[in-house]
């Protein structure tokens, strides 16, 4: 018989994680699309792109956190099929994507509690530690967009969205 590393790890929860690797996958996909998006010549917001180009890195680094942690516990990795729709139109919408945005990033955070609260019930300690380090990411970012979609406000009440759009993609470059 083959040795395991596996230990305490219950199969809901491994199924719950292999939820979360999907889901940050997911969210890495849907911000590299809309990077591209504000990229291409029609919208051409380069400093937007580029945000929600550092947004997909980091869910996509997220999303081998999370499987590189499974594999260590024992677990099996289970990938699924990416939504790619979404975002395909090429809509040059600043603000529902930034909209899209936070209200991803809540639902992340709902999903990593409840996350925390099975693992609580196993008493898994070592995955509930894994989980806690994510939490203060969450809070940042659901700060950071709320705050750019209040200053993208600001811009576009102007009266020119388009202008208001340049303008706020000129001070994403100074403000990260
Ligand atoms: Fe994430």
Redesign the pocket.
Known sequence: MNATCKHNLNEDVCNLINTQIN??YQ??YSYLQISNNLENEENYLPNASKFYKTMSD??K???EMWSKYLINRGGKICLQQINTTEFNEHSNDLQSYFEYALEQ?KQ?NSSLLELHSKANDHNDIHLCNFIEF?FN??VD?QRKLSNLINILNKYTSLGNDKYGEFHFDNYLKTNK
């Open positions: 889901k940050e969210m890495f980091e869910e680094e997220h999303g990033e992340m994510f990411d969450q970012a």
